[in-house]
């Protein structure tokens, strides 16, 4: 059960895209499409962004995109907005009904 | 509007005992699993406990095993934690999280903080 590994940091201007990886190993991610991606302003409770490696919860915006190849699962932003500046955790299920979130990684907007 | 509100948290010295409660509302409770996760002063998320929709199935992650316990009460929406034991590196703010129809937590509580401390 190690977390899967994330950059610690990434940083964008508005407009701009960026990207976060997620690197696990063929035991977290195996088999698995089911990596989820969960965003946390300081001081508040995470929200789902993306579950399914791509799909999106209704309400969330469009700019919010998933997918996976191998054993790294990347969510990109796109037009970056002030507002996203947060934390990003990705998490797969790990099997047994078991899960394994990624160190997370904080979004600047500059 | 779907809820989750956790409670019973506090300060407990090494080798103490918390019983955390998380009350669930807007949703039919009994028709989910549901988690605890955790979150350790400055770091990231930690996958604690689930359990299954009628309490039959219960998993942990390796650190708690044997300590924790993860229970439910589908007539009275709730969730709970029995921490036992507890020690420096469980201090943390836990979440209680509901598992959607696949695997992900669509609906979060707003945490209860926890410190182990003498």
């Known amino acids: 059960q190690s977390a899967l590994t994330q950059p610690a940091s990434v940083s964008g201007s508005p407009g701009q895209s960026i990207t976060i990886s997620c690197t696990g190993t063929?035991?977290?991610?195996?088999?698995?499409?089911?990596v989820s991606w969960y965003q946390q302003h300081p001081g508040k409770a995470p929200q789902l962004m993306i579950y399914?490696?791509?799909k999106r919860p209704s309400g969330i915006s469009n700019r919010f995109s998933g997918s996976k190849s191998g054993n790294t699962a990347s969510l990109t932003i796109s037009g970056l907005q002030a507002e996203d500046e947060a934390y990003y955790y990705c998490c797969s299920y790990a099997g047994s009904r078991t899960w394994v979130f990624g160190g997370g990684t904080k979004l600047t907007v500059l | 509007e779907v809820q989750l509100v956790e409670s019973g948290g506090g300060l407990v010295q090494p080798g103490g005992s918390l019983r955390l409660s998380c009350a669930a509302s807007g949703f039919t409770f009994s028709s989910y699993w549901m988690s605890w996760v955790r979150q350790a002063p400055g770091k990231g998320l930690e996958w604690v406990a689930n359990?299954?929709?009628?309490?039959?199935?219960?998993y942990y992650v390796d650190s708690v095993k044997g300590r924790f316990t993860i229970s439910r009460d589908n007539a009275k929406n709730s969730l709970y934690l029995q921490m036992n034991s507890l020690r420096a590196e469980d201090t943390a703010v836990y979440y209680c999280?509901?598992?959607?129809?696949?695997?992900?937590?669509?609906?979060w509580g707003k945490g209860t903080t926890v410190t182990v401390s003498s």
């Open positions: 399914d490696v791509s």
């Open positions: 063929s035991s977290d991610f195996g088999g698995y499409n089911y």
């Open positions: 359990i299954k929709q009628d309490g039959g199935d219960k």
């Open positions: 999280a509901r598992e959607g129809p696949s695997y992900y937590m669509d609906v």
